[in-house]
């Protein structure tokens, strides 16, 4: 009896899942958006973690939550318009060539929206929410083209729901916590080189590429982390952030689903396989954690720089392993031997009129791939960043941001054995701009901090009283009045004398 090679089987199936979900992952860092501001998105995001004004610091640094003293709601929505064009080809099994185009724009346009709320209380307390969209990305390929086996569709999102809390010790000192609600979904699709699988030497009516199938993932789960952030203000006009955010770790859970070519159906029912059936899957994957250094000074009333560093660590992704529920396919792991991130990023504010201000910044942002690993569903590289940005403030209550960033992508290659044999070599042409809008509006003022009431002070002392003089000749008299002494009383007369 005719059967299917078993690494084969398996590791078609792991390419067609474990891959799928790894580089839908991938796409968040080599996409990661760090788009939850408009505002710091003008400046490349430089100030993210120590910004004046920006209600975004529920998510990036919850111990700025101290900047603010009235409650504050904050809306901010951006459009991701991602390109990516293939150019290149490849060989199949047999080393034929691989039939197919270059498969479109890949790129897509993906809104990202994000919500924050500072509630200050007066007394150094402060509370926050926040949702953010920080990882995901949708790319997709025309049907058959050139890399199929590889990538068709992928469309990876997280959605972040934030509360915060802060403490503002004094005016130079406050320390910030946040727990972190984290969903993440993911759709995947790719082609199946069946004829590949179905090996000529034991069914020589197939040949690679000759009955292409089509498979399908889906997972999602919802997992928690954390986030810690400190404040240091040595000055008035100078804030500097540090912020450490925790990895989140998943467990998708899902199902892989096929669609088979009717002869494989066959050949695979005379075997008595089992393989390319719809079954369940499980797979542990981790969004990585993030720290991130931000400092804000005022150089003027006018004029304010700001500068962050902030490093991902995506060498937590060296490998993923995928669970089949279906017993005909043991687990198996996918290497990817990603490498921690870095970004630095430079940005500035000029208010040139009382109502408005003009933002800019630039940023270099290395990416976790690599030319031995990249593969189609991740066509990523380190980026450049050039931002610019509106803010207008008609009111003390109520400010509009709009902004602009162009990525520009250092050309990726791609060097791609598929699990089938296949070979996939090219490069891409690859950028993404971005439009961004917000809106942040204040009401009321934070309380004032509750005093103790105080019982009131003593009366001062009053002086002794000065006893009255009076006239040289005159005493005091017992009424308190100056009196002059009773006159002499007026000599007897001599006595007569005496005659006898």
Known sequence: MRTINRSMKVSTLAFGIVAALACGQAMASGFQIREDSVQAMARSHAGSASDWGDAAVVANNPAAMALFDNTTVQSDLTAIDLSGNFSGGGHDALGRPLTGGNGGDAGDIAPVPAFHLILPFGNGFALGASFTAPFGLKTQYDAGWVGRYQALKSDVRTFDFTLAASYKFNDMFSLGASLITQRIQAELTNAVDFGAILTPAAFPAFQPQSADGFASVKGHDTSVGWDIGVLFRPSPNTNIGLNYRSKVNHTLNGDARFSVPTSVQFVLGSIGSTAFQNTPISASVSTPSVVTFSVSQKLSDTFTLSADIERTNWSSLQSLTIHFANPAQPPSTEQFHWSNTM????????????????????????????????????????????????????????????????????????????????????????????????????????????????????????????????????????????????PAPAPEPPPKPFRG
Request: include cysteine.
């Open 343 to 486: 970004e630095y990023a430079l940005g500035m504010d000029w208010k040139f009129a009382p109502e408005w201000t003009l933002r800019a910044g630039i940023a270099r942002d290395e990416t976790p791939t690599n030319n031995t690993f990249r593969d189609p569903r991740l066509p990523d590289n380190n980026r450049q960043l050039y931002s610019i940005g509106l803010g207008f403030t008609p009111s003390e209550n109520a400010s509009w941001n709009i902004g602009y960033s162009h990525i520009a992508i250092d050309t990726p290659t791609v060097n791609n054995v598929s699990a089938t044999g296949s070979t996939l070599v090219g490069k891409y042409s690859a950028d993404a701009n971005l439009f961004g809008i917000s809106g942040t509006f204040s009401f009321g003022h934070a309380p004032a901090p509750v005093v103790e009431a105080q019982p009131p002070p003593p009366p001062p002392p009053q002086p002794a009283p000065v006893p009255p003089t009076c006239p040289e000749g005159q005493t005091l008299g017992a009424d308190g009045s100056c009196q002059s002494p009773p």
